[in-house]
C-alpha cells in the first residue's frame, strides 16, 4: 500500500471512529471521557472493565457501543452459582420431553460476537473468571470437541463495588488482562441530571438505542486497521525515555521525588505497572494520538490513557490496599507531576 494510500485509508477511518463517538454519545449525556476511552480500546483491541455505581448508564453505554459497531452483543449476568458452562452451552428439556444442548451466550453468534459484556462479573465464580480469561486472551474456547474461534470479540466486564458478600474479588493477574478500568459516574452538571430525570428519551432505552445508526464502523475491518494505526504513529526518543521513566516511577516513586503526606513511600508499593501493562499503555496512547490528527506521539497522549491503562496495574501493600481508591489518584497524579515531560 502507498503511503497517500495509507494516510487516506487512516484519515477515512478516523471519520468514522469519531462519527461512532457522536453517535454512542446520543444515548448516554455527561459520559464523554469513558466514550473516547472505549473507542480508544476498540481500535488499541483491549478489552474493558467499567466501575461505577448502580444506575449510571453502564449497560446503556455498552448496548449503543454493540449497536455502532454492529457484529453480535451478547451479556451475562454473575452470580453466585454461574457455573464455566453456563457461559458455553444450556440443557433443557424440549417438547418431546428429551433432553437437549444448545450453545450458549459465548456460542450462540458463532464468529459474529463482536461485544461481549459480562455484568457484576465479581459475583462470580472463579471457575468463570479463569473461562474468561481464556476466552479473553486467546478469542477462542473448546466446546463440542473443537475449537471456537471469535475474531473481532472485545469484552467487557463492571464489578459490583456496593455488596461485598458472596462476591469473588478480580485476582491482580486477571485484572491485568484487561487494557482499561472506566470509571463511569452520574453527571455533575445540573443541566444533564435535569435531562435525565425529565427529558422522556431517556426513559425508555429500547427506543433510545433504535435511533442510533447501526454499524457506523464495521466491526469485521477493525482488526486489519488496528495494526495500521500503531504502525503509523511514531514516538521519538525523547518521548520513548519519558514513558520508560513513568514505568519506572510506579515501581520505585521515592526514587523520582514522588511523596504522598502520611504514606511512607519506601513500603507503599508491592508490585508496579507490569511489561503487558506500560506496552498497552503505549498501544492506547497510539489510537488517541490518531484520534487527535497526528501521526506522532506527545506526552499528552500518555496522560490521557495514564489513569485508566495503569492505575488498575500498581499494587499496594496490605496496609495501604484498604485505601487505593484514593490513594492511586493521588500517586498517579504525583508521578505526572514529578517526571519531567519533554
Not at 29 to 34: A, D, T, V
Not at 306 to 330: C, K, M, Q, S, W
Request: include cysteine; charge should be negative; proline fraction near 6%.
Amino acid at each position: 500500500m502507498s503511503a497517500d494510500l495509507k494516510q487516506s485509508r487512516l484519515a477515512d477511518w478516523r471519520q468514522r471512529a469519531l462519527a461512532f463517538e457522536r453517535e454512542v454519545g446520543k444515548a448516554v449525556i455527561g459520559l464523554e471521557r469513558p466514550i473516547r476511552h472505549i473507542l480508544i480500546a476498540v481500535f488499541a483491541r483491549g478489552h474493558v472493565m467499567l466501575e461505577g455505581d448502580v444506575g449510571v448508564g453502564k449497560t446503556t453505554l455498552l448496548r449503543a457501543v454493540a449497536r455502532c459497531l454492529g457484529g453480535a452483543y451478547e451479556r451475562v449476568e454473575g452470580t453466585i452459582d454461574l457455573m464455566p458452562n453456563d457461559l458455553v452451552y444450556h440443557t433443557y428439556i424440549n417438547e418431546l420431553g428429551k433432553p437437549q444442548v444448545e450453545p450458549g451466550p459465548v456460542l450462540k453468534h458463532g464468529e459474529e460476537l463482536s461485544v461481549f459484556f459480562f455484568n457484576e462479573v465479581n459475583r462470580a465464580r472463579p471457575q468463570v473468571h479463569s473461562l474468561l480469561l481464556r476466552i479473553m486472551a486467546e478469542h477462542a474456547v473448546s466446546a463440542f470437541n473443537r475449537e471456537h474461534f471469535f475474531p473481532y470479540l472485545q469484552v467487557f466486564a463492571d464489578r459490583n463495588r456496593v455488596e461485598k458478600e458472596e462476591t469473588f474479588e478480580i485476582p491482580s493477574a486477571a485484572r491485568d488482562r484487561f487494557m482499561m478500568e472506566l470509571h463511569v459516574e452520574t453527571p455533575a452538571d445540573p443541566s444533564l441530571r435535569r435531562a435525565l430525570m425529565f427529558d422522556p428519551k431517556f426513559h425508555d432505552v429500547d427506543r433510545l438505542l433504535d435511533t442510533l445508526t447501526p454499524g457506523i464502523l464495521p466491526y469485521r475491518e477493525i482488526p486489519q486497521i488496528a495494526p495500521v494505526i500503531q504502525q503509523s504513529v511514531t514516538a521519538s526518543e525523547t518521548l520513548q525515555q519519558y514513558a520508560l521513566d513513568l514505568w519506572e516511577a510506579t515501581r520505585r516513586p521515592a526514587d523520582y521525588g514522588v511523596k504522598l503526606e502520611g504514606i511512607d513511600m519506601d513500603r507503599l508499593i508491592l508490585a508496579g505497572a507490569s511489561a503487558r501493562g506500560v506496552s498497552m499503555m503505549m498501544r492506547a496512547a497510539r489510537v488517541a494520538a490518531w484520534l487527535d490528527g497526528r501521526d506522532y506521539l506527545v506526552p499528552e497522549d500518555i496522560h490521557d490513557v495514564f489513569r485508566e491503562t495503569i492505575g488498575h496495574r500498581v499494587f499496594f501493600n496490605p496496609v495501604y490496599e484498604l485505601r487505593r481508591t484514593a490513594l492511586i489518584d493521588e500517586l498517579l497524579h504525583a508521578i505526572r507531576q514529578k517526571v519531567a515531560a519533554p
